[in-house]
């Protein structure tokens, strides 16, 4: 009986042990979520957890953890958030631009690490856009614009092309439009450009980030033609021979060319004149109808739909 009585004393101690609830056991501790991420900038970000139970056992670390692996874990990068149960938050700090990231909250006890669901973030960066083909060109303006394919994360905040006679333009200079602000595509007016130059175009997006410019192109703007006036030969009393050679068509087609006279310098198409077909290249030209004895100043001339471009005077005196 005293046996008996004996054994029933000790099991009721060792079943009192077993679910005595002071006593500590191996329960991990909880941690519910991971803080939706914010504050995200270019190079850094905001992220937390909520930790509603330790488990029974001291909280050594908590905080998060990222990557740009998904299942990021401590051993990767991470940041410390001091404190035990409750919210917390940190700041992501040295990332980079426009890059997407992994992050998990964590909390590490004496039985190991507890990681919370997993989040994903891209960082902001500067827009991607592309720079739309010259059309339009005159010799006082051009057309052009862009397409912006990503926004970088942050509004567009203004958008346009610029342009200058040297490559690399940016908006620190005044030729430049303005175009509004959002994604898509959208066309532009280059205005004020002087004749027969060439200019370089990019086309460029702003957002909170910076500015970005597309590829840069490059055009020539149209210009009356350049021609040159030949030596006057074969000169009899009432005709001479003379042409040119039509060296640039300034961008345009030239419609018509040959050569103009008069008993004054720098003779016009208004007054007499040979046509000498179309086109660049040589041409000659006969004069005549002219008086005995009399000093002639004599001219190539070139048209295009920009105007009439001259060759330097030619004197001669009929026989």
């Not at 002071?22 to 991971?34: A, E, R, V, W, Y």
């Not at 139970?53 to 998060?64: A, P």
């Not at 998904?70 to 631009?97: A, E, H, M, R």
Request: charged content about 5%; proline content about 4%; aromatic content about 8%.
């Amino acid at each position: 009986m005293k046996k008996y009585f004996l054994f029933i004393i000790l099991l009721g101690a060792i079943i009192s042990c077993t679910v005595d609830p002071d006593i500590p056991g191996k329960n991990q501790p909880t941690l519910d979520f991971t803080t939706p991420v914010s504050n995200i900038t270019s190079i850094s970000a905001r992220s937390g957890g909520l930790i509603s139970s330790n488990g029974g056992h001291v909280i050594i670390e908590r905080g998060i953890c990222w990557s740009t692996n998904t299942s990021p874990t401590i051993s990767n990068s991470k940041v410390i958030s001091n404190g035990g149960v409750g919210n917390f938050s940190c700041d992501i700090n040295g990332l980079i631009t426009g890059t997407n990231y992994y992050v998990r909250a964590f909390v590490t006890t004496t039985t190991g690490t507890v990681y919370a669901n997993q989040l994903s973030f891209t960082t902001l960066s500067t827009p991607t856009m592309t720079t739309s083909g010259i059309s339009s060109i005159t010799n006082s303006s051009a057309t052009s614009g862009g397409n912006i394919t990503n926004s970088g994360g942050s509004n567009i905040t203004a958008r346009g092309v610029c342009w200058s006679t040297t490559p690399g333009p940016t908006i620190s200079l005044s030729t430049k439009t303005v175009n509004g602000t959002g994604n898509g595509s959208y066309t532009s007016l280059l205005s004020g450009l002087a004749p027969g130059t060439m200019y370089f175009v990019r086309a460029y997006a702003t957002n909170i980030v910076g500015t970005s410019y597309g590829g840069e192109l490059s055009f020539t703007t149209q210009n009356i033609p350049s021609v040159t006036t030949n030596s006057v030969t074969s000169i009899t009393s009432s005709s001479a021979i003379c042409g040119g050679n039509v060296v640039s068509n300034g961008g345009a087609t030239v419609t018509a060319r040959g050569i103009c006279w008069s008993t004054t310098v720098n003779p016009t198409i208004a007054n007499s004149r040979t046509i000498n077909g179309s086109g660049s290249g040589p041409f000659s030209s006969a004069m005549t109808g002219l008086l005995s004895g009399r000093t002639y100043y004599v001219r190539a001339y070139a048209t295009n739909s920009w105007g009439t471009a001259y060759g330097s005077n030619i004197a001669f005196t009929t026989n």
